[in-house]
T-cell receptor, first 114, second 109 residues
Framework: KAGVTQTPRYLIKTRGQQVTLSCSPISGHRSVSWYQQTPGQGLQFLFEYFSETQRNKGNFPGRFSGRQFSNSRSEMNVSTLELGDSALYLC?????????????FGPGTRLLVL | KQEVTQIPAALSVPEGENLVLNCSFTDSAIYNLQWFRQDPGKGLTSLLLIQSSQREQTSGRLNASLDKSSGRSTLYIAASQPGDSATYLCAVAGNMLTFGGGTRLMVKP
């Protein structure tokens, strides 16, 4: 099976712009989660979508939003970009099995805000 | 609020050594705990998942233990190799996945 894919892999934006990142989960996985990774704050949970519905949300401002489509692909959007939004954005998909819900991560999108 | 701490933050060992990475968490109401590996500039690779009802899991040279009551997990790596050099992250699953800060491991040939 193909792994989790994220596009684009690298992105440079300027302050005030908005950006949309895309994530395609592993086939059959219905849950998609998004994380932000920065050197200072580490890995932080943004939100999780399951069957097109937001199931959980982390402690991020409303400028961060997401959605999930019927084919489980997900997008996250950041509006009015700030310098502090520069980070590696990771997407993970998961599937519940007898062993638990293992998360499988994509390679990430590295966003630089200038 | 769940807090996850990993000690040490960095570790450098010669090839062949057995080593232990530590992870502690503050809220024992968890579904499971996962250990991940992250190579520089890359995403995360899942290594082991321990359900809250389990005590340990093994995969090859890796063994992870979980003591939910004391809020601790350890990742044991046997006979370390240079290819094991990476950052190791533990993550605790409650309503969301909460990550520790990671342990940066360097295995020297």
């Amino acid at each position: 099976k193909a792994g989790v894919t994220q596009t684009p892999r690298y992105l440079i934006k300027t302050r005030g712009q908005q950006v949309t990142l895309s994530c395609s989960p592993i086939s059959g996985h219905r849950s998609v989660s998004w994380y932000q990774q920065t050197p200072g704050q580490g890995l932080q949970f943004l939100f999780e979508y399951f069957s097109e519905t937001q199931r959980n949300k982390g402690n991020f401002p409303g400028r961060f939003s997401g959605r999930q489509f019927s084919n489980s692909r997900s997008e996250m959007n950041v509006s009015t970009l700030e310098l502090g939004d520069s980070a590696l954005y990771l997407c993970a998909s998961s599937f519940l099995t007898d062993s638990g819900e293992t998360q499988y991560f994509g390679p990430g999108t590295r966003l630089l805000v200038l | 609020k769940q807090e996850v701490t990993q000690i040490p933050a960095a570790l450098s060992v010669p090839e062949g050594e057995n080593l232990v990475l530590n992870c502690s968490f503050t809220d024992s109401a968890i579904y499971n705990l996962q250990w991940f590996r992250q190579d520089p500039g890359k995403g995360l690779t899942s290594l082991l998942l321990i359900q809250s009802s389990q005590r340990e899991q093994t995969s090859g040279r890796l063994n992870a233990s979980l003591d939910k009551s004391s809020g601790r997990s350890t990742l044991y790596i046997a006979a370390s190799q240079p290819g094991d050099s990476a950052t190791y992250l533990c993550a605790v699953a409650g309503n969301m996945l909460t990550f520790g800060g990671g342990t940066r491991l360097m295995v020297k040939p």
